[in-house]
């Protein structure tokens, strides 16, 4: 089984500012990674996945993670945020295999509300 | 080309009556995943269903619950005797045959419970 851990509820932040969503999991095997973002009243969307190979994983509106398996965290993280970017966004896990699907685990939600 | 479809997008029914919910996967998508969003709280797996066949259950609640995937059709989850804390989104998703290829979502319906 899996689980995932968000580390803070809400981030609020100021435009053009930094930010970084803090995501930590936990596995007995091995697994893929995901960051989605959910607008309000919609579904989610996918940011960017990790499946193998390089640590650092860019995905869509300027947004990137890194994998860190020694410490099972997978930080999202963008050097400047815009008012647009104001979502909940969600870290999830599946267990990993080629052949087969595999549920999402979903951790909490982290709020992110970026302030003019 | 067409998302994943869910209808419908809102829904209220009183306590014990029946809801259905219903999702058509994208085109070419043969693998259908149900998840449900309660208010504050993350989205948590209830159901994987490949056509006709049911592979994963494990988090949905034992009973009043169902769900299928029909050769032909859209996937039902169906709750049977509603009671208020059914309220929340129930999100489908849907993915091509390998559990690497990303899990499309819909947009969701919002089952209130009066």
Redesign the interface.
Known sequence: AQSVTQLDSQVPVFEEAPVELRCNYSSSVSVYLFWYVQYPNQGLQLLLKYLSGSTLVKGINGFEAEFNKSQTSFHLRKPSVHISDTAEYFCAVSAASETSGSRLTFGEGTQLTVNP | NAG?MQNPRHLVRRRGQEARLRCSPMKGHS?V?W?RQLPE?????MV?L?KENI??ES?MPKERFSAEFPKEGPSILRIQQVVRGDSAAY?C?S?L????N???????T?LTVL
Not at chain 2, 41 to 45: D, H, P, Q, S
Not at chain 2, 102 to 108: D, N, Y
């Open positions: 994943v693998h995943y998840y709280e993350g989205l948590k797996f994987y490949q592979i994963d988090g999100f998703a993915s045959i390998r559990s690497y990303e899990q499309f979502f819909g947009p969701g919002r």
